[in-house]
């Protein structure tokens, strides 16, 4: 089935803490697992993506971890700073198709 | 980085109205998609379109519902008639390739009364 679950719904963290946000898959056809992050009223924004050859990608504080036999992948987003502050989603595309299937979105706030 | 423009930003008509959303991807991309997102929900697709076709739509995309490019111009997106439930905010995007990239436009906000 295609769909992608993401959790939680809404994350609070201090500044300099790391937020994790969470998201599973039940289609083993999805090979390309992308974070987008939007800002009120702005357009979604690529963060960073994974493809399974590998379990695990950074870009500066930001980390996905990925685990293909439970089917889960996570954002783990180090130092967390206030301008973090925007709602997560995480994706997934594959088997053929170019369509994005979205998580729910996750509400991050940093508090300074 | 890349740049997808919407034309408009909102659109407020009345049901059973006929209303266009413009979108102007990247350059260079040949791959174009539409999202809706009705307020405080995920992104859910609705169609995409290469080389002068549709590719995949989603059973959101109802009948009344068409797209086009044509002759290279904006990428749009036809609701005729509209419905109270067209209600979202419509997102435009455009990659290169199917597998690559997709860039997202700012999204025009609808309004159905």
């Known amino acids: 089935q295609q769909q992608v679950r993401q959790s939680p719904q809404s994350l609070t963290v201090w500044e300099g803490e790391t937020a994790i946000l969470n998201c599973s898959y039940e289609?083993?056809?999805?090979?390309?697992f992308p974070w987008y992050h939007q800002f009120p009223g702005e357009s979604p924004a690529l963060l960073i993506a994974?493809?399974?050859?590998?379990n695990k990608k950074e870009d500066g504080r930001f980390t996905i971890f990925f685990n293909k036999r439970e089917k889960k992948f996570s954002l783990h987003i180090a130092d967390s700073q206030p301008g973090d502050s925007a709602t997560y989603f995480c994706?997934?595309?594959?088997?053929?198709?170019?369509?994005?299937?979205f998580g729910e979105g996750t509400k991050l706030t940093v508090s300074s | 980085g890349p740049k997808v423009l919407q034309i408009p930003s909102h659109q407020i008509i009345d049901m059973g109205q006929m209303v266009t959303l413009n979108c102007d991807p990247v350059s260079n991309h040949l791959y174009f998609y539409w999202y809706k997102q009705i307020l405080g929900q995920q992104m859910e697709f609705l169609v995409n379109f290469y080389n002068g076709k549709v590719m995949e739509k989603s059973k959101l995309f109802k009948d009344q519902f068409s797209v086009e490019r044509p002759d290279g111009s904006y990428f749009t997106l036809k609701i005729q008639p509209t419905a109270l439930e067209d209600s979202a905010v419509y997102f435009c995007?455009?990659?290169?390739?199917?597998?690559?990239?997709?860039?997202f436009g700012p999204g025009t906000r609808l309004l159905v009364l």
């Open positions: 289609d083993s056809t999805f090979d390309y």
């Open positions: 994706a997934a595309s594959g088997g053929g198709s170019a369509k994005l299937i």
């Open positions: 994974i493809r399974p050859v590998s």
């Open positions: 995007a455009s990659s290169w390739g199917g597998q690559d990239t997709q860039y």
